[in-house]
């Protein structure tokens, strides 16, 4: 009978004891959560009606070459270089041209003198003529004379002037203020301008002219109604991470292009960056409105599927080191946005989406796959 007795108790104990180590699972076991982080938002994303991408593009740019053939002789710049307006990038070989002038001048000097002989023997006809010493056909014979330096100091300076006109074809000089881009020959290459042969180049540099900086977007033709001229935009540059550029638009090219059934819309930034260049590649948001100076400040934001409503109270959950805080809000507004600004998280932090009505401070949680 007493074995019979502790048989019982001891199925009791086991009994108290199982249960209580249930009970221990149940009430500190770790329960799973999904999870969304804490991310820097900005006013300007809740505003924006369409986004759309595109490149940033000089509107001003020129390939120079010389507009006479030869051997590349000098050649004054690099890439990176800035070049003013007239300046003197490069310059053909002009040996041959040098001594042509020179023989030009020469034949000028000899014009220069036999009209000087011809105007003397002129005017001496003349008084010779007056007093009866020599016929008319004389005289006409030094005013042919005359009339023939006079058209060979003419023709003389004209071939000079000619050979001027081609040392200044020889020289590239920068059309206006800009900067250079590339550098496609280099000295002792043959310069032919507009050829396409393999021994021989045509532009020598290519220039920018940085101010007329523009990004440039396609938009496809159904979304063209959301674009205005002058519309407020943030563009925002992938060589340039975290950066935020302000412009609007400047101009709606008049055209579609039919292969990708768009539109080119062309954005003007309000402030250039020298650190902006061309060909980088861009996001463009396009906005309803301009932005004013505190809505272009960033803030920290939760998504909306964390928020918890209990009465008139307000809060969400975040995970530090596995463990929950309860953190309150004092007002929610969703009205142009999907996320909420939120205080006393940092960037980064995660907090719990869709999360169930039995999590409390403290619980210990593990973040499930989503």
């Known amino acids: 009978m007493s074995r019979l007795i502790i048989n019982n108790w001891f199925a009791v104990l086991v009994a108290c004891m199982a249960l209580f180590f249930v009970w221990v699972w149940f009430f500190t076991k770790e329960k799973g959560v999904q999870v969304a982080p804490v991310v820097l938002a900005y006013p300007y994303q809740a505003l924006t009606v369409l986004n759309a991408s595109g490149y940033v593009v000089a509107q001003r740019k020129a390939s120079l070459s010389s507009k006479a053939s030869g051997i590349l002789e000098w050649l004054g710049v690099q890439e990176g270089s800035i070049v003013k307006k007239g300046e003197l990038i490069a310059q053909l070989e002009r040996d041959d041209l040098t001594a042509q002038l020179a023989q030009e001048k020469a034949k000028i000097g000899l014009a220069i003198a036999e009209l000087e002989n011809a105007t003397l023997a002129h005017g001496r006809s003349s008084s010779l003529l007056r007093k009866g010493f020599i016929s008319n056909s004389k005289f006409d014979d030094t005013l042919s004379r005359l009339n023939k330096a006079k058209a ?10 000619v050979i ?39 532009a020598v540099v290519t220039i920018a002219d940085m101010s007329t900086l523009e990004v440039e977007v396609d938009v496809s033709e159904s979304s063209i109604s959301k674009i205005t001229l002058g519309q407020p935009v943030v563009v925002k540059l992938d060589a340039l991470v975290g950066e935020k550029f302000y412009g609007e638009v400047v101009r709606m090219v008049p055209t579609i292009d039919r292969a990708k059934a768009t539109r080119m819309i062309k954005i003007g930034f309000d402030q250039l960056d020298n650190r902006i260049l061309p060909d980088m590649s861009s996001k463009v948001a396009f906005l309803k409105r301009k932005l004013n100076e505190d809505e272009k400040k960033s803030f920290l934001a939760i998504t909306k599927e964390a928020i918890i409503t209990d009465g008139d109270s307000n809060y969400f959950y975040s995970i530090k080191k596995d463990v929950l805080k309860k953190i309150r809000i004092d007002s929610i507004d969703f009205t142009d946005s999907d996320v909420l600004s939120v205080e006393g998280v940092e960037l980064g932090d995660l907090v719990i989406i869709n999360p169930s009505s039995d999590l409390k401070t403290g619980d210990s949680v593990v973040v499930l796959e989503p």
């Open 152 to 161: 060979s100091l003419k023709a003389a300076k004209a071939s000079r002037n």
């Open 164 to 202: 001027f006109a081609n040392f200044t074809q020889a020289e590239i000089r920068a059309p206006f203020n800009g900067v250079v881009l590339t550098k496609n020959a280099n000295v002792g290459d043959n310069i032919t301008p507009f050829s396409s042969a393999a021994n021989s180049k045509g």
